[in-house]
């Protein structure tokens, strides 16, 4: 057990963290499954849907810092690769 001030505030501090942390990888996990769904379906109106949120919320978890930059976009491309692997042809 901690027995400083700054060890105990120290513990107080991680486990939010950790809480804020697992809220967000979470969020990340959730948004790309929606993508992948809605691509296994062949429905590309709500993939396309699906992938402009998870854009968008990517891009502000750079912002935040809770994504890295090349992390973020990485996923951001393979996802963009997938829907784009349904797109119904033009005739």
Do not use: C
Request: glycine share 2%; proline share 1%; no cysteine.
């Amino acid at each position: 057990m901690a027995n400083t001030k700054s060890a105990l505030k120290r513990i107080r501090q991680t486990k939010k963290r950790t809480e804020r942390n697992r809220y967000y990888r979470t969020r990340v996990k959730t948004l790309t499954k929606k993508v992948r769904e809605a691509v296994e379906a062949g429905d590309y109106e709500a993939a396309m849907t699906a992938w402009r949120a998870v854009n968008k919320k990517f891009q502000s978890y750079i912002n935040k810092g809770i994504l890295k930059k090349n992390t973020a976009r990485r996923k951001i491309s393979k996802l963009h690769h997938l829907v784009k692997s349904i797109e119904p042809k033009e005739a």
